[in-house]
């Protein structure tokens, strides 16, 4: 969600998270409700992430699953077919959790700028350190979709609006702290591994906006990097 300003298209997206889930399933709009039968090309990976018996065969235990999945992180269509969004979002739940404790782990965001908030964007991370030293996070975060790029670099907080509302999608960015023109950490009603992604801010749940919030304040340093894959 929202830029302030309209800025050049550039590119950026998770291919697991933003290539529409294409089934050849023929169905009508009503008959893509109801759960597919079909057994999908990452089957025994996603039987494996829900803790369903490994078979490579879809059930219809199995759909429910899968479906269930799919509504909560607003993947569509939400049918319960194991294609490569779905496992897209999975398998980058399991990178996020395998980073554990030491997010920075890799060097690239600077330690040596005193607090800083650092942007994971190949992992969709975000955290804040002071040096060295991890003072919260890292948290999941949804960074700009394909077209709506959440541009890399260093990068200051300039400006910062507890009650901000995009004058260009008209939607709310709560706890809103802008750092390259139009784009902003703020809060977003959806689920941070919604795809295919924001209009180029990096949103965060309502908790981690808040704790932002009072941890940042204007002027402090923010790091982007990395490469949403798929872009």
Same mark, same amino acid.
């Given at each position: 969600?929202? %830029?302030?300003?309209?800025?050049?298209?550039?590119?950026?997206?998770?291919?697991?998270?933003?290539?529409?889930?294409?089934?050849?399933?023929?169905?009508?709009?009503?008959?893509?409700?109801?759960?597919? #039968?079909? #057994?999908?090309?990452?089957?025994?990976?996603?039987?494996?992430?829900?803790?369903?018996?490994? %078979?490579?065969?879809?059930?219809?235990?199995?759909?429910?699953?899968?479906?269930?999945?799919? #509504?909560?992180?607003?993947?569509?269509?939400?049918?319960?077919?194991?294609?490569?969004? #779905?496992?897209?979002?999975?398998?980058?739940?399991?990178?996020?959790?395998?980073?554990?404790?030491?997010?920075?782990?890799?060097?690239?965001?600077?330690?040596?700028?005193?607090?800083?908030?650092?942007?994971?964007?190949?992992?969709?991370?975000?955290?804040?350190? %002071?040096?060295?030293?991890?003072?919260?996070?890292?948290?999941?975060?949804?960074?700009?979709?394909?077209?709506?790029?959440?541009?890399?670099?260093?990068?200051?907080?300039?400006?910062?609006?507890?009650?901000?509302?995009?004058?260009?999608?008209?939607?709310?960015?709560?706890?809103?702290?802008?750092?390259?023109?139009?784009?902003?950490?703020?809060?977003?009603?959806?689920?941070?591994?919604?795809?295919?992604?924001?209009?180029?801010?990096?949103?965060?749940?309502?908790?981690?906006?808040?704790?932002?919030?009072?941890?940042?304040?204007?002027?402090?340093?923010?790091?982007?990097?990395?490469?949403?894959?798929?872009?």
């Amino acid at each position: 969600m929202g %830029d302030v300003r309209r800025r050049g298209a550039v590119a950026l997206g998770l291919t697991a998270l933003v290539t529409p889930l294409t089934l050849a399933l023929g169905a009508t709009p009503a008959a893509a409700a109801s759960c597919t #039968t079909q #057994t999908g090309p990452y089957q025994k990976q996603v039987e494996k992430f829900l803790g369903r018996p490994v %078979d490579g065969k879809q059930s219809a235990a199995d759909c429910k699953a899968i479906k269930a999945f799919q #509504t909560k992180h607003g993947i569509s269509p939400n049918v319960g077919y194991a294609g490569s969004v #779905t496992w897209g979002v999975m398998d980058l739940m399991l990178k996020q959790k395998a980073v554990g404790s030491n997010p920075n782990k890799d060097g690239k965001c600077p330690v040596n700028k005193g607090r800083i908030a650092c942007v994971n964007l190949t992992l969709q991370l975000s955290w804040i350190q %002071d040096g060295k030293k991890l003072v919260y996070g890292p948290v999941p975060v949804r960074t700009g979709r394909d077209g709506n790029e959440t541009r890399t670099g260093l990068k200051k907080i300039y400006w910062r609006n507890i009650d901000h509302v995009s004058s260009i999608y008209d939607v709310p960015m709560p706890y809103a702290q802008f750092f390259d023109g139009g784009q902003a950490f703020h809060q977003a009603n959806v689920s941070m591994w919604n795809p295919p992604g924001s209009r180029g801010c990096v949103n965060m749940t309502k908790t981690d906006a808040k704790k932002y919030w009072s941890m940042l304040k204007k002027g402090d340093d923010v790091f982007v990097y990395g490469r949403k894959p798929g872009t």
